[in-house]
């Protein structure tokens, strides 16, 4: 097979951007380096697609919620991610949680069998002649990052992102915890509470304070944390009442012992579609493998607890989007290498795959000698390209999730209420004509994406 680009990550940017180019007939070359004899501090398997923190997607609501509209979006542009995500879903309310692991072999064979795509397991340690889509991530190997750091004329920004633990689902005290979704949202069963008084929340708390964490090495010292993803104790050195205000919020949650909200509360989501695993929602943490085991047996319910695996942390690389590359993703100073994914200063899951979705797009109009605008900025893909490629404090660049504080503000008067709906309306009113004008792929594959081939 000649190929036509070269994808270098083989995460959810990169897997999504070669499943585009694919599906328009482009033909692919994914290099991933796991798999290959490499292996990052992060990942655990060699599976395309592998979701290293956390299961979930986050929101499914796409009337009122911007990450929501971001799948919405993306389902109606094809995009592999999101029909792999909704194949292997597990409860979890309003929001989109996967079975990571059927998640990534779904990802993984889809990949795998697309006569456009070739996966190779190598480790690129130079930036690759064009065209090619650099989709490394936040664990870009050290050679390859100071190629893009010496292309790029100036050095990577960087900051740390922790991981959650996950528990075995039949070592949870059931007599102590309870399912419930917040204010009853789901079918009741989508999330496991673990009740703390006030004294045991103080004691938890002070724990997270004493705990011995993971030391940084010299290289990550000065390295700040993204302020969605922080660690459970360095949000507990904030304030004594912080955690009660953020992941352990008691608030909608009906102990039936008591028929009141506890003080606080630790809820853990089902993680795998059997459901035999569960993580402790919002507890990423940089503290030692044994003060994790210690303390989090001090919560009610988990004092049984067998972990799957415990938190972790480490650290993300991203460059300086808004002043390095143009509106359709490409470096300024060398045009045929775009970016695509975290390594762009996106944060989050979707919007990992989203900038990986329109980077695949943009290159396969590209080589197929079409134009392709950047989506209106009134959609939720529109958003946040603008935001990577147009933020107008470029030194100031920091990771975004989508959100509607990215979207252009809705004019006149409007009641607060109303607002996230007015977002979503105009944003599907401005997504229309745009999809119209998409030019027809020269040599589509056709192909169901919500299921794995049946060579998988």
Same mark, same amino acid.
């Given at each position: 097979? %000649? ?77 592999? /991610? ?25 990802? +993984? ?8 795509? +070739? ?13 090619? /889509? ?13 190629? &893009? ?56 708390? !002070? ?24 660690? /459970? ?8 009442? +912080? ?23 630790? !809820? ?68 045929? /290498? ?11 899951? &979707?919007?990992?795959?989203? &900038?990986?979705? &329109? ?29 990577? %490629? ?67």
């Amino acid at each position: 097979m %000649t190929h036509q680009i070269h994808i270098v990550g083989g995460g959810l940017a990169g897997s999504e951007a070669a499943w585009q180019l694919a599906q328009a007939g482009i033909r692919v070359r994914l290099s991933e380096m796991r798999g290959g004899g490499d292996a990052t501090p992060a990942h655990h398997t060699d599976g395309l697609a592998e979701l290293v923190c956390s299961n979930s997607f986050r929101s499914d609501d796409a009337d009122s919620n911007a990450v929501g509209l971001l799948h919405q979006e993306m389902r109606t542009l094809g995009s592999l /991610i999101m029909a792999q995500g909704d194949r292997h879903r597990v409860p979890a309310g309003s929001a989109l949680a996967v079975d990571r692991d059927g998640f990534s072999a779904g990802v +993984t064979a889809m990949l795998e069998g697309h006569p456009n795509i +070739t996966v190779v397991r190598e480790r690129i340690d130079t930036l690759p002649d064009g065209p090619v /889509i650099i989709a490394t991530g936040p664990l870009t190997a050290a050679g390859l990052a100071e190629q &893009i750091g010496a292309a790029t004329g100036s050095d990577a920004l960087a900051f740390f992102d922790a991981i959650a633990p996950i528990v075995h689902r039949d070592s949870i005290d059931m007599d102590t915890a309870w399912f419930q979704s917040r204010w009853n949202k789901g079918d009741g069963k989508d999330y496991i509470n673990c009740p703390l008084d006030k004294e045991q929340y103080l004691a938890f708390h !002070q724990g997270l304070v004493d705990g011995e964490k993971t030391p940084f090495r010299d290289w990550e010292r000065d390295t700040p944390y993204f302020e969605g993803c922080m660690p /459970i104790e360095v949000m507990a050195e904030r304030g004594v009442d +912080t955690l009660r205000f953020g992941p352990m919020k008691p608030v909608g949650l009906d102990d039936p012992r008591t028929g009141r909200w506890p003080y606080a509360v630790v !809820q853990l989501r089902q993680d795998n579609a059997a459901g035999t695993l569960w993580n402790i929602v919002g507890f990423q943490t940089k503290l030692k493998h044994a003060e994790q085991v210690r303390l989090f047996r001090t919560i009610p319910g988990l004092q049984n607890a067998e972990f799957a695996r415990l938190g972790g942390l480490h650290r993300n690389t991203f460059i300086r989007s808004p002043e390095l590359l143009d509106p359709t993703l490409r470096l300024k100073s060398r045009p045929d /290498i775009r970016f695509a994914g975290q390594i762009t200063g996106c944060e989050g899951y &979707i919007e990992s795959a989203a &900038i990986g979705l &329109i980077a695949g797009r943009f290159a396969a109009a590209e080589l197929l000698g079409h134009d392709l605008a950047p989506p209106p900025v009134e959609t939720a893909l529109g958003a946040l390209l603008t935001h990577i %490629t147009g933020a107008a404090e470029a030194d100031t660049y920091q990771p975004m999730n989508v959100n509607f504080g990215l979207f252009p503000p809705i004019e006149g008067r409007t009641k607060k209420a109303d607002r996230k709906r007015m977002y979503t309306d105009r944003a599907r009113a401005a997504l229309s004509p745009w999809l119209s004008s998409l030019p027809t792929p020269a040599a589509a594959i056709p192909a169901d994406i919500s299921r794995e081939p049946a060579s998988a």
